[in-house]
């Protein structure tokens, strides 16, 4: 498969001594396009509302990298200004991923991402339950307390249809070709690879975030 996932290399303990949102200065000084982040050549849809940024995470469930990466990205979550929306988007690259990737749609439909997104990963990663199938999903969601029926109302239906859909076009307009990766503001794009490990990332999603505020472009 050619899409890679990106590993993350000592990310807690290196944010845990970085300031956050740096200034533009700074940023700029450290990270240049085409190396540390690609600029997309055409624009990628955003949800944002006018005046905010949007940053999206990439993800799937089943990557390692993905799973080793959520805490870190939980609490730099936590730090985001009021002028940045964030997303998160599960990837398809194949037809194997769609029933993972209506899994997370279907917990943000229902509000239940605060309650099973991190469970999710520790269940496929931690307790090892295949979770690559809609009846395993749906059955292991049951057993977290959620109406299973309600549930699979949810995730057969042609709401969580038409977002999967969208989901991997907004995959392909960032171009994604690895997880975990983010996409700012239907502009930039950069991962792991490209930053050097997801702390780097993060520094240069926040260096881009403060571009698109200096322009006005949120």
């Known amino acids: 498969m050619k899409r890679r996932e990106f590993s993350q290399v000592a990310a807690g303990a290196a944010l845990a001594t970085t300031g956050l949102l740096s200034p533009l200065a700074h940023a700029q000084a450290r990270f240049s396009a085409g190396k540390h982040y690609h600029i997309l050549d055409g624009r990628a849809p955003v949800e944002a509302p006018a005046g905010k940024i949007e940053v999206v995470e990439f993800f799937w469930y089943n990557c390692q990298h993905c799973n080793a990466f959520e805490p870190t990205l939980a609490a730099w979550i936590k730090t985001l200004p009021k002028d940045v929306s964030f997303r998160r988007s599960h990837v398809a690259f194949q037809d194997a991923?769609?029933?993972?990737?209506?899994?997370?749609?279907t917990l943000e439909a229902m509000g239940l991402v605060e309650k099973l997104h991190a469970k999710v990963f520790a269940a496929i990663h931690a307790e090892r339950v295949n979770l690559t199938t809609g009846d395993a999903i749906a059955e292991w969601v049951g057993r977290q307390g959620v109406d299973k029926a309600k549930f699979l109302e949810q995730y057969n239906s042609f709401s969580i249809q038409t977002k999967a859909t969208r989901a991997t076009q907004l995959q392909n307009a960032y171009k994604v070709e690895g997880v975990p990766a983010i996409g700012i503001g239907g502009?930039?794009?950069?991962?792991?690879?490209?930053?050097?490990?997801?702390?780097?990332?993060?520094?240069?999603?926040?260096?881009?975030?403060?571009?698109?505020?200096?322009?006005?472009?949120a």
């Open 97 to 105: 991923f769609v029933p993972q990737q209506r899994l997370a749609l």
């Open 187 to 217: 502009r930039f794009y950069t991962d792991g690879s490209m930053a050097g490990n997801m702390e780097r990332a993060i520094q240069v999603t926040e260096g881009l975030i403060a571009e698109l505020r200096t322009k006005g472009a």
